[in-house]
């Protein structure tokens, strides 16, 4: 067999076919020059200016919670699957969020500090959706009916006023 035909096909060739499929490559992130890989806090977030949903999480959730909460929005629809994720520090009294047609606030400290960061009027257009915190949802069946409530209620309220 020619040494030729075993070798892998050049990275321009795997794009292109990656592209054909459909599919998005995952690139890794780079490490610093501090020799620090950058977390995902550090990044800047999108700035979009008239995003469908954002999900308003507290700082301290823990992976179980985030799963459970990440499996129900993806069951609810590609808006809500593609929902920006806000994470909430304690006490934090101001918050920096984009401004939506929806939020879904995971707790009364998130649907606070949402109330004093966003303009007024961009509230009295938004729906604003509280629901229990995510770690009461792990073994609480009223709290995940509540969750359910929510999201089938944002999921219409974004279909009727969708693009």
């Given amino acids: ?67 459970l909460l990440g499996r129900a929005l993806n069951s609810a629809g590609a808006a809500l699957a593609r929902a920006g994720r806000v994470r909430v520090q304690p006490g934090e009294a101001e918050i920096a969020v984009p401004q939506a047609r929806a939020y879904l606030a995971c707790g009364e400290a998130q649907a606070h500090a949402l109330g004093r960061s966003l303009p007024m009027q961009a509230t009295a257009q938004a729906q604003i959706v509280l629901v229990d915190e995510p770690g009461l949802l792990l073994g609480d069946a009223a709290a995940k009916r509540r969750l359910w409530i929510a999201l089938r209620t944002l999921r219409r309220s974004l279909a009727t006023t969708g693009h």
């Avoid at 075993?6 to 780079?30: D, E, I, K, N």
């Avoid at 950058?38 to 959730?61: H, R």
């Fill in 1 to 67: 067999m020619n040494a030729q035909a075993v070798a892998p096909a050049g990275a321009s060739h795997r794009a292109r076919v990656l592209r054909a499929l459909g599919l998005t490559p995952w690139l890794r992130r780079q490490v610093g020059a501090d020799g620090v890989m950058p977390s995902l806090d550090d990044e800047p977030s999108p700035a979009s200016a008239n995003a469908d949903c954002v999900v308003l999480l507290p700082a301290t959730c823990g992976t179980r919670e985030l799963d």
